[in-house]
């Protein structure tokens, strides 16, 4: 049987909006853990921080971020298709047993575009997207793969 691993998660986020305050999921592997709006302001300085912990069995997890919601209402483009204003989520710092991952959630995470819906749920890409993103402005799914236990996968990727 696996050894279990209590591991704690804190997410920073804040948003650029002018008509809807961006929509996020989280989620581990594929369990839900949260659905909310970040009404947090980049302009204002404000951030909105989500913190949680969950029981993992050892081996390899996801932690996965979703933007969900955005239409091209939300969007505001000219004549020339220069965008005026937007909706983003931004992902400042993720931080897993109180470690800051700095430049490694955005070397090693990987976002992927929704390409529909399927009975309600989002369908994403099989190919992440080449740019690396902490700036999502495209309903999508950001996924960072990590190992419990975790000091053994911080002593491999930091």
Known sequence: MSDIETVEFKLTMDSVWWKDAP???????????????????????????????????????????????????NTQVDDSGKILKDQLLNLKQVEIDEIELDYLYYSSGEFYRQT???????????????????????????????????????LENL
């Open 116 to 154: 529909g819906t399927s009975n309600g749920s989002p369908v994403f890409s099989d190919t992440p997207e080449p740019e690396k993103y902490q700036n999502f402005g495209f309903n999508g799914e950001w996924r960072l793969k990590f190992s419990v236990p975790t000091y053994m996968w911080f």
């Open 23 to 73: 929509n996020y999921e989280i989620l581990i592997d594929d369990d839900f853990i949260e659905y909310g709006q970040v009404t947090e302001k980049e302009e204002d300085g404000q951030q909105k921080i989500i913190s949680f912990s969950e029981d993992l069995e050892e081996g390899e997890h996801y932690l996965k971020i979703r933007l969900l919601g955005k239409t091209d209402i």
